[in-house]
């Protein structure tokens, strides 16, 4: 039987048995094999095979299992998503860049999207840092959509936080988060994009703090601020916000952001103490100890408030 026909017989039995639960590779011998209590090394073989056919063709991922990185567990794919993906797949071609993709699967799959964190932080600041990483958020129901369509074109995929799909052939990894129902209940999306002020909350609360800086020195002019404070309030990084507002202030010797706004900011300050970076880093600016105490903030990161200022005022 050609090896096509068998992959596909033994993707239909193994989605009537699983579905979309996880199965190690021993279920899949005993789906297979199922009046067999000793296998020979030529079964093992085969089903591995098997297995590695079904996720070459985008219709299954594996992952490590979180009580033994040694053992792998797998996971089909929803069929009718796969056959989307295919489709979307076969039209682009074998080369495409990821934002294409995405565009072309919304458009004509109708899967919707948003770009958030470092994807938002590069649009918002017209790429002044490269992205790696490109981290769309989606629907719970399209996610094995896309899973599929950036597996074929042999992009490393994240999910989650789990690795599905690890390749050194390029450089680029997606990563999806299947949280887009809750962020489209608080946040409008601009061409698919997490709105700025969200994504300047978001990287100040992931203490990825230049790119934070760089969304807001890039976009002060036309920047929504009381939906930034809000944002910040929302992602309990409001006191990182005002503390990096004067600081960027002092480090430029001027006002670069209107004293008012930082005053607003001040308002809204929490009592739990946010930190800034990482405690390992060794530079520490004694000079800023007053708006430390100020902004109930402990900041291990001033090289990027420096930088900031000599990239981008």
Known sequence: MPMRVMRQRVYDRLWLSFHKDFFRFEDAVSMIYPETKKFTQKQLKYVSKLLNEIEDNGYAVHKKADYDQRVYLYRLLAPEKVTEAWAIYSFLG???????IAEYANKHAKWNYMSIKDSAVGFWTNYY?????????????????????FKLFDYSTIVDGAVFHDTISKAQSVHFHSDLKERAETEEKVDHMQPLHYTAAESLADNDLLGALAVLLRNREKIDWEKVINAATEY??????????EALNREAGKEVFDSSIIEQIHRNIEKKTFTIGSRDEKYVRIDYRDMERKWNVKCFQYSAFEKAILDLV
């Open 94 to 100: 074998k080369r495409a860049f990821i934002d294409k």
């Open 129 to 149: 840092r490269d992205v790696n990483i490109f981290h769309f958020s989606v629907s719970e129901d399209d996610l094995d959509g896309w899973i599929s369509l």
């Open 236 to 245: 309990h990084a409001v006191n990182a916000l005002g503390f990096s507002l």
